[in-house]
């Protein structure tokens, strides 16, 4: 399954659609079968790779992803993080922005070697190669990146970004080609590291969000660089309801896009001619809320639609179950 799934990201024709995910999908039954604690896997690189390979050792899905939380990045810059100790299994999230403005944001502090020293990188590094060494026979690896306009988001104050946003849009456009520089040297490092593809995961850039006029204005043109400068292959994840603007994310240059519960999917099937798809099972309503009934269903249904592979829409709740996982692979 792992040859195939390489071969289907590498613009071959497979038999049939398989099931996998390049975006977080490390569970609570797996993260207790390897006696790990959630928030403790963020900073120790043999935890991380143990909790990134225990999805695949409990339901067979052949895939793992490294880092499994967006932050790193954001850290290396100088965002505060917030791991929730006090929480079993919640994600991380930045507690403070590293800067107050995106003028902020230079080539002195977003390029070069050093900054790769910073925060976690080189741990995710070292976690992806032991993960390779684990399961790489078996399963893909993605490294998972955020969109540069997700990682403006996570660094710069919000209410100032905004206000920047409508004053001074050059402004905006220099600090996300800043990103753009940053995230391609992590996206590299981690293809160094072993990983198989690389998930450019724009959350907070998706025209759904922040609308297709400033999607095109802002977003697509730093994700367009990005994808250019990132060894293939590589897949854009973009979250909502993004039927009425799948020609601009055909027009990202990703060579699969990843869409989630919301999108129709016939219309992205469409559009998407020359675009691999992937999609799209409800993370929340199928897959941790669902039984595996719901969630063969709703994989058929998906795979009648057109989808070059069955992904969830977007992260996995910690909590789901694995069974629901192993349907999922199977359906």
Not at 301 to 310: L, P, R
Request: with cysteine; hydrophobic share 45%.
């Amino acid at each position: 399954m792992r040859q195939k799934i390489l071969d289907l990201l590498s613009g071959k024709k497979v038999d049939s659609p398989p099931a996998f995910s390049g975006l977080i999908h490390v569970t609570a039954e797996g993260l207790q079968s390897e006696g790990l604690v959630f928030h403790e896997v963020h900073k120790d690189a043999q935890k991380m790779a143990k909790a990134a390979g225990s999805t695949f050792k409990l339901s067979g899905l052949p895939s793992a992803s490294l880092p499994l939380d967006m932050y790193v990045e954001a850290e290396a810059l100088g965002a505060e993080v917030n791991f929730r100790e006090d929480m079993e299994f919640e994600f991380p999230l930045v507690r403070k922005a590293a800067f107050k403005s995106v003028k902020e944001l230079t080539t002195e502090n977003t390029e070069g070697t050093e900054i790769l020293k910073k925060g976690r990188i080189k741990l995710v590094c070292e976690a992806i190669r032991l993960l390779k060494e684990d399961v790489g026979n078996d399963v893909v690896i993605s490294g998972v990146i955020p969109g540069p306009y997700t990682l403006l988001l996570l660094v710069v104050e919000a209410g100032k970004m905004f206000v920047e946003m409508k004053k001074e849009p050059a402004a905006i456009i220099e600090a996300l080609e800043h990103l753009v520089s940053l995230l391609a040297q992590v996206g590299v490092d981690y293809r160094d590291a072993g990983a198989d593809f690389i998930t450019i995961h724009d959350m907070g850039g998706s025209p759904a969000f922040i609308g297709p006029a400033k999607y095109e204005q802002f977003v697509l043109p730093a994700e367009k660089i990005l994808i250019e400068k990132l060894p293939k292959p590589r897949v854009l994840s973009v979250c909502g309801n993004v039927t009425s603007s799948l020609s601009l994310l055909a027009n990202a240059g990703a060579d699969a896009v990843s869409i989630d519960q919301t999108v129709d999917l016939a219309a992205a099937r469409s559009a998407l001619k020359n675009t691999l798809l992937f999609g799209n099972i409800d993370p929340v309503q199928i897959l941790y809320r669902g039984d595996e009934a719901k969630v063969a269903e709703s994989v058929i249904g998906a795979k009648k639609a057109g989808v070059d592979a069955v992904w969830p829409g977007c992260d996995l709740i910690v909590q789901t179950p694995i069974q629901n996982i192993q349907s999922m692979k199977k359906a």
